[in-house]
């Protein structure tokens, strides 16, 4: 999943109505280049109990329905449907 894991620091965890939250730390948002308002997604690895925060661009459908994805995500698509319109 990871190819290098790189030791940023350790948070708590802390309750906020329904959920959970952790807080991100500056330098840490810096390197991620996310801002408040941002929007970021979960990745888990069950296996390793591990999780990936992403930065992630959002969408809108027409029918109104949202999901995100990441902008390598939306490049690698673009790619393969350039590649299988021959443009």
Do not use: C, H
Request: glycine content about 10%; cysteine-free; overall charge positive.
């Amino acid at each position: 999943m990871v190819n290098e894991l790189i030791g940023l620091g350790v948070r708590s965890v802390s309750q906020r109505g329904g959920s959970i939250s952790v807080t991100i730390p500056a330098n840490i948002a810096k390197l991620m280049d996310i801002a408040p308002g941002d929007s970021v997604g979960f990745w888990f690895d069950p296996e390793n109990k591990r999780l990936l925060i992403e930065k992630v661009s959002e969408y809108v459908t027409p029918s109104g329905l949202s999901f995100s994805i990441s902008k390598e995500q939306a490049k690698k698509l673009l790619k393969e449907g350039k590649e299988k319109s021959g443009k």
